[in-house]
């Protein structure tokens, strides 16, 4: 997985780590069980700080998403994976975000559907 890291951005290094993880876990680009680079590879590989990569998987396997096993290092978790914050409150967040952006619920809806077509596998 190659993730896209803007050390420009306002947003913190480590949220962007985390938030690429997340998308490439629904997308279908990381399986479940599959080993992540240790958090030294990762941050060689992005030029960033080690605690800074330490902290995105740290957030990563509070919520959920990530175990951590002696002896393979940090894995995906299995799914479905149970995110320790109220999913229907973050949707409900995003999704005035979106509307508030472009108050046009039909764009809105097609944004929406494009998005959740994303994460559809093509093993149908």
Same mark, same amino acid.
């Given at each position: 997985?190659?993730?896209?890291?803007?050390?420009?951005?306002?947003?913190?290094? /480590?949220? $962007? &780590? @985390?938030?690429?993880?997340?998308?490439?876990?629904? %997308?279908?680009?990381?399986?479940?069980?599959?080993? *992540? !680079?240790?958090?030294?590879?990762?941050?060689?590989?992005?030029?960033?700080?080690?605690?800074?990569?330490?902290?995105? /998987?740290? $957030? &990563? @396997?509070?919520?959920?998403?990530?175990?951590?096993? %002696?002896?393979?290092?940090?894995?995906?978790?299995? *799914? !479905?994976?149970?995110?320790?914050?109220?999913?229907?409150?973050?949707?409900?967040?995003?999704?005035?975000?979106?509307?508030?952006?472009?108050?046009?619920?039909?764009?809105?809806?097609?944004?929406?559907?494009?998005?959740?077509?994303?994460?559809?596998?093509?093993?149908?």
């Amino acid at each position: 997985m190659i993730l896209e890291i803007d050390p420009h951005s306002e947003e913190p290094i /480590y949220l $962007q &780590l @985390r938030k690429q993880i997340i998308i490439g876990i629904a %997308r279908g680009d990381l399986k479940p069980n599959e080993q *992540l !680079p240790t958090v030294r590879q990762f941050a060689d590989e992005l030029g960033v700080n080690t605690m800074t990569v330490s902290k995105g /998987y740290q $957030q &990563l @396997r509070e919520e959920g998403y990530l175990i951590t096993d %002696r002896r393979k290092g940090t894995l995906v978790a299995p *799914l !479905p994976v149970t995110s320790k914050k109220t999913n229907e409150e973050n949707l409900t967040l995003l999704l005035a975000e979106l509307y508030l952006a472009d108050p046009d619920e039909e764009t809105v809806q097609e944004k929406v559907q494009k998005i959740l077509t994303s994460f559809r596998k093509d093993d149908v």
